[in-house]
């Protein structure tokens, strides 16, 4: 027979989880461009973790979705809003004679993140591989950086 513990959590573990969120909130603040907010978690289940990475380019978010089927996953676009959501679904599990715990979470999710100006919405493309969610947010031209040359003059000879 297996106990139920209460998990105790380690005053030095939660004091640098602390750390690590006002740290995160500090560094985010010079750029309010990227205002990337998660959605409300009183809606959702459980929030998947979303990495996201700035190339020249394009934006790109990455997310976990182990587990959610590729046509369970919405992705939409509504003015500078782009909403993730989905569904996890709790398969049961047909041999075990009696369950133990259930630790995994499942359920319906929903993140959102609010498009900064330089992303071309229409362009948004989304691939499923392996419980990874990506989404490449392409920029538009304007905001792509662009290489000036310096034109050389020839220098006049005063004669």
């Known amino acids: 027979m297996f106990g139920i513990t209460k998990p105790v959590r380690d005053p030095m573990l939660e004091l640098l989880y ?6 995160g909130r500090i560094f985010n603040e010079p750029f309010p461009v990227f205002d990337w907010k998660t959605g409300e978690a009183t ?3 459980w929030l998947p973790f979303v990495d996201i990475f700035e190339a020249p380019e394009y934006i790109r978010l990455v ?12 992705i939409f ?7 993730i959501k989905g569904t996890k679904e709790q398969v049961a599990e047909e041999k075990a004679e009696k369950v133990h715990r259930y630790e995994r979470t499942y359920g319906a999710f929903e993140r959102t993140f609010t498009l900064p100006a330089t992303v071309a919405p229409e362009k948004i493309k989304a691939t ?3 419980g990874l969610l990506t989404i490449t947010l392409p920029k538009v031209e304007a ?3 662009h290489l000036i040359e310096v034109e050389v003059t020839p220098r006049k000879t005063l004669k």
């Open 18 to 23: 602390q750390l690590e969120r006002r740290m």
């Open 43 to 45: 809606t959702a289940a």
């Open 63 to 74: 997310a976990e979705v182990p587990g959610v089927k590729p046509e369970e996953v919405k």
């Open 77 to 83: 676009v509504e003015g500078n809003l782009l909403t």
């Open 128 to 130: 499923y591989e392996n």
């Open 143 to 145: 905001a792509k950086p």
